[in-house]
């Protein structure tokens, strides 16, 4: 019950909030709702990953980086996790002592053309993944990364993202010569590390982080309006039995769009609801939750359509949604049955 006024409680305050739709306030809300009831991730232990033993290459940017140097799946089977750049692979670099935070290894970033970078343009993607079937994507709960011990003295961000692909966590400091970066939330699905320059490059040691789990579950929206008719394209699948929740949201409204139980739905399905008919209501929102009693949200997605300037005569959300809920009920379970 505690969990269930809670989520209420914290899609009210988005609502209070949400009048402009601005994406600044839509990352504020995403980010609130796994900081406050996360997706279920049980704390474990911590693993370091500091690119020793590993060959290295040169640590001056703009030199090509070798193929014994790029490092992208080495630690996929035993750690779940995947390094990306510019290329599908990030440079392991030699430091050497006095420059690694631990060791003499460290890594850069790359461009396209394979060229070893440190230009926040090329961020150092780290992505994670079930080390035990590596299709399956993972989340953590913690990451951190430290730079170099030569600092430039400019500014330097670790951003956390989920399964969909939302900024959940985000972290700015000073590159001062080996600061720490990290960020915690449930769901962290990938991390990326925006550096400097080429010029006052920073290179990263001792990547660090709770163990990874499989994702519980996968939820995305899109959401379309041709010729006065509102498409919804849901992705959903669960790794256990869950209460699937969607909202329309105009201004100050939010009324439900529906709220259906799900059994166990793996791999997930697509799923499309359409309301022709539809009224022009300006920009609307569609919040979209995967809850449990449990542990509340575990998995939730937000996007934006443009419904056309509204008019005086425009009907409101909750007079639209109304008559239709036993007919929108109808279309879903006939996806998830």
Known sequence: MAKSAGISMVVKAFMLRIRALRVPVIITFVMAVFGVFGVGQVRAERLVIDFEGLSAMTFIAGNPIPPE???SDAFLLTHGVRFSSGSPYVAVVDLGIGHATSGTNGIGGSTPAGVLTYDRQFPIVVSFFDPSDPSTPAVTDFVSVRGDLLGSGLLVTLNAFDIAGHLIASFTTTDDGGETLSVSAPGIHSVQFL???DTAGVALDDLTFNRVTPAPCTLNVEASSPDGTLNLAFEVGTREPAT???WLTSQAEIPRLFSVPLPVIEPPIPVSLSLPFFPALGTI?????LT???KGIICAAFTTVDTDPP???SATLKELMEPHAGEIHDQLLQHIR
């Open 292 to 294: 449990t009693p449990d």
């Open 195 to 197: 550096g400097t320059n």
């Open 244 to 246: 699937w929740n969607a």
């Open 285 to 289: 929102g569609v919040l979209t939750t």
């Open 69 to 71: 140097a790029r490092l």
């Open 311 to 313: 008019t005086a005569a």
